[in-house]
């Protein structure tokens, strides 16, 4: 069992910069991967970017050059760095782990106003 807990969350501007955390409950190390989706009101949760145990990363094309994600296997947590932030980047944020089983945290919300 891995429970992940987001932080970061919150209001900024647009073209403004947040940066969320998920720690994790137990040793990331072991995971196969771990990434940040997104939902936002009446629409699917969607993709944002994964980042694998070697450190290889993907990212939506949505976000590219916008956002970076990393992880920190010393403090089992795994970031989302977001810059040049748009009001359409305004949704939920959810950490998700990939291991055996799939692990999803509660979410943070982030608010991008124009």
């Known amino acids: 069992q891995v429970q992940l807990v987001e932080s970061g969350g919150g209001l900024a501007q647009a073209g403004g910069s947040l940066t969320l955390s998920c720690a994790t409950s137990?040793?990331?190390?072991?995971?196969?991967?771990m990434g940040w989706y997104r939902q936002a009101p009446g629409k699917q949760r969607e993709l944002v970017a994964t980042?694998?145990?070697?450190?290889?990363?993907n990212y939506a094309d949505s976000i590219k050059g916008r956002f970076t994600i990393s992880r920190d296997n010393t403090k089992n947590t795994v970031y989302l760095q977001m810059n040049s932030l748009k009001p359409e980047d305004t949704a939920v944020y959810y950490c998700?782990?990939?291991?055996?089983?799939?692990?999803w945290g509660r979410g943070t919300q982030v608010t991008v106003s124009s």
């Open positions: 998700n782990a990939q291991g055996a089983f799939t692990y």
């Open positions: 980042i694998t145990t070697g450190g290889s990363t």
């Open positions: 137990r040793s990331i190390f072991n995971l196969n991967a």
